[in-house]
C-alpha cells in the first residue's frame, strides 16, 4: 500500500520569495511521482513527475522537485514565487507496475502576497 | 495528451434525490477513473470504470451508492445517488495515458 504526507496545509509567501511545499510518501512498492497543481475552479493539471533517470526534475514555469529515495520525499521548490503561482498544489503517487492507482495527498494551498 | 469535459461543472440538490455526472474524453481510452475531492482531505479514488464491464470500486464505494456506466471508450456517467449532505463534494473523472493522469475540471456537488 502507498500514502502520501504533505505535512502543510497552507503556505503564504510574499511574491518574489522562495517557496518549498513538502511531500513524504511510503510504499511498498516502486513508485513514480507527480505534483499536480489546481488553480481556483479549474481541474488537475500535472505540474511535473519523476519516472526515472535524473532526481532533478523541473516543470516549465520555474518549478523543481527532487526525489530523494532514501528519505522518501519529493518536496516541491520554487526559487521565486508569483501572484499567479497561488492555487493548491498536490503530490501523488502511482505504482510503476500494475493498474495506475494514484494516491494522492491532502493538498498544499499556497497562497502568494504581494 | 487527454482533453476531457466533464458536466455539469456544479450542482445544488436536494437530499434523496440523485445527480447524474457525465465525463467525455477527446481520444479512446481503456480505463477512466472516478474520484472524490472532499474539503481538506486527500483525493480518494471511487471506482475505475472498463468500457464492456462493471466497473471496479474501491473499498468504501458501493455500486448502489455510486453506480456508473461506460458505454464505450470515450465516455462514461457516475450517478451519486439518494444523496444526502455529506456527499457534498468535488467529483472528478480522470484518464491515464502512459504514465501521466489527466483530469476533468471537476464537478462541484452541494447537497441541501
Known amino acids: 500500500a502507498q ?10 509567501v510574499f511574491e518574489e520569495a522562495p517557496v518549498e511545499l513538502r511531500c ?3 510504499s511498498s512498492v516502486s513508485v513514480y511521482l507527480f505534483w499536480y497543481v489546481q488553480y481556483p475552479n479549474q481541474g488537475l493539471q500535472l505540474l511535473l513527475k519523476y519516472l526515472s533517470g535524473s532526481t532533478l526534475v523541473e516543470s516549465i514555469n520555474g518549478f523543481e522537485a527532487e526525489f530523494n529515495k532514501s528519505q522518501t520525499s519529493f518536496h516541491l521548490r520554487k526559487p521565486s514565487v508569483h501572484i499567479s503561482d ?20 491532502t493538498g498544499t494551498r499556497l497562497k502568494v502576497l504581494a | 495528451s ?4 466533464q458536466k455539469p461543472s456544479r450542482d445544488i440538490c436536494q437530499r434523496g ?11 479512446q481510452v481503456t480505463m477512466m ?21 462493471e466497473a ?25 445517488s439518494n444523496m444526502s449532505p455529506e ?5 472528478l473523472c480522470s484518464v491515464e495515458t502512459g504514465t501521466e493522469a489527466f483530469f476533468g475540471q471537476g464537478t462541484r456537488l452541494t447537497v441541501v
Open chain 2, 2 to 5: 487527454a482533453v476531457i469535459s
Open chain 2, 87 to 91: 456527499d457534498s463534494s468535488i467529483y
Open chain 1, 86 to 105: 497561488t492555487a493548491e498544489y498536490f503530490c501523488a503517487v502511482a505504482p510503476t507496475s500494475g493498474t495506475y492507482k494514484y494516491i494522492f495527498g
Open chain 2, 17 to 27: 434525490t440523485s445527480l447524474t455526472i457525465q465525463c467525455q474524453v477527446d481520444s
Open chain 2, 56 to 80: 471496479t470500486y474501491e473499498s468504501g464505494f458501493v455500486i448502489d451508492k455510486f453506480p456508473i456506466s461506460r458505454p464505450n471508450l470515450t465516455f462514461s456517467t457516475l450517478t451519486v
Open chain 1, 24 to 26: 513524504n510518501y511510503s
Open chain 2, 33 to 53: 477513473f472516478w474520484y472524490r475531492q472532499q474539503p481538506g482531505q486527500s483525493l480518494t479514488l471511487i471506482a475505475t470504470a472498463n468500457q464492456g464491464s
Open chain 1, 3 to 12: 500514502s502520501v504526507t504533505q505535512l502543510d496545509s497552507q503556505v503564504p
